[in-house]
């Protein structure tokens, strides 16, 4: 492409002269020449050319002056677009308050060719790397704005009507949210239908942070959940998913998860631990039970791992609380965890709350624990408490 020269005079001998230096550049297509004899002409030049990039302006000319040209430049904000001013060496005054509002750089009459070659080649390097600066600016907001639109696709995987089971909704509250460190992020919680009497639910976090994350959360989503009403037996839902992830799985990326199998008439829940954090039992009277830590190993590690799955009862007003390590490991700004013990501490006190009041109280304390330290990690809370 042609590096666009407007040349703004009122001396017509200006446009032969640079016409007959340049004549090699120009018949090689590296220069195109515009010429103008003062501030309005350069204006309305520039409207039917608004790909000039180097104007080459004198200060004094009738009708609109160089330093007045110079302002409504300025004014269309064209960081690309670059202005030379050129007067006698008399008038550097005029020069250095041009260059003092934003001219790139100047030459004194009589203007030495051999130099002017060296401040436009010096221009155009600028002007090249600035737009490069936009093109690759311009990438970034497109970027941004698909990560907008895959966060809202992420969001919108995962379940977001409470009550989800309206028929049971007098029997068991269920409630979760899932809030990413980054645009989008790797955990996700998921509950779903299995019969008239059972639900299965997860929640799991992905290793690794990001795009890559969130691509193998959603494939562990639907992978999870097309195995999971297949069958009763939490162990053969778990054992499949981990199989065909291990096979396809990526950068040696893995999926910590706690699936169970909720007997929606019994209370009776048959899950498997598969790496992830040990979730919480608050009973009715405000006591708080700790499952035991899992044995089993994370999901795509490897093909053909044996899972074990354990059991539990919910009774009416017991609540099972069950987070990601977003929660335990958030930090404050002095780099303190918020832990297992506040946790602990703190739900004790939730036991006649509902379970989005529960999982409300979690976020809460764990965003006033951070104080406004950056989000290092999804977090993501999922209760489901008999009523």
Not at 234 to 258: G, H, Y
Not at 353 to 375: M, P, T, Y
Request: one cysteine or more.
């Amino acid at each position: 492409m042609a590096v666009k020269i407007l040349s703004v005079d009122d001396e017509i001998d200006l446009e032969l002269l640079l016409t007959q230096y340049f004549r090699r550049k120009i018949r090689k297509g590296e220069y195109e020449f515009f010429f103008a004899h003062n501030g309005i002409e350069a204006l309305q030049c520039i409207l039917e050319h608004p790909d000039i990039d180097i104007v080459l302006s004198d200060i004094n000319m009738p009708e609109m002056d160089g330093l007045t040209l110079l302002k409504k430049l300025n004014d269309r904000h064209n960081p690309a677009l670059k202005v030379i001013m050129v007067s006698a060496y008399g008038e550097m005054s005029n020069i250095r308050t041009a260059m003092n509002n934003g001219a790139f750089d100047f030459a004194t009459k009589p203007i030495d060719l051999d130099d002017l070659q060296l401040t436009i080649d010096k221009a155009v390097a600028e002007i090249e790397f600035v737009k490069q600066t936009q093109k690759e600016h311009g990438q970034l907001v497109d970027i941004k704005s698909d990560l907008a639109l895959a966060a809202e696709i992420q969001l919108a995987i995962l379940p977001r009507k409470f009550p989800p089971f309206e028929d049971l909704q007098q029997k068991w509250d269920i409630f979760a949210s899932m809030k990413p460190a980054k645009d989008v992020g790797g955990d996700f919680y998921d509950f779903f239908r299995i019969d008239e009497e059972h639900i299965g639910f997860c929640i799991a976090d992905v290793s690794g942070k990001g795009v890559p994350a969130a691509m193998f959360m959603a494939v562990s989503h639907t992978l999870l959940r097309f195995a999971g009403k297949k069958t009763l037996d939490a162990v053969d839902t778990i054992t499949e998913s981990n199989n065909i992830l291990a096979a396809e799985s990526f950068d040696s990326m893995f999926v910590t998860l706690f699936y169970g199998i909720l007997n929606t008439s019994t209370g009776e829940v048959q899950y498997v631990n598969a790496g992830h954090n040990p979730p919480y039992i608050l009973r009715s009277n405000g006591t708080l039970e700790t499952l035991p830590t899992s044995n089993n190993i994370c999901l795509g590690v490897m093909e053909g791992i044996p899972y074990k799955s354990l059991s539990l009862r919910l009774e009416t007003g017991d609540a099972l609380v069950t987070f990601t390590d977003g929660v335990t490991e958030a930090c404050s700004m002095s780099n303190e965890l918020y832990g297992e013990e506040r946790l602990e501490a703190l739900l004790p006190s939730l036991e006649r709350s509902s379970a989005k009041e529960i999982v409300s109280a979690i976020n809460n304390a764990v965003q006033s624990h951070a104080d406004g330290a950056e989000q290092s990690d999804d977090i993501t809370v999922l209760v489901i408490k008999r009523q």
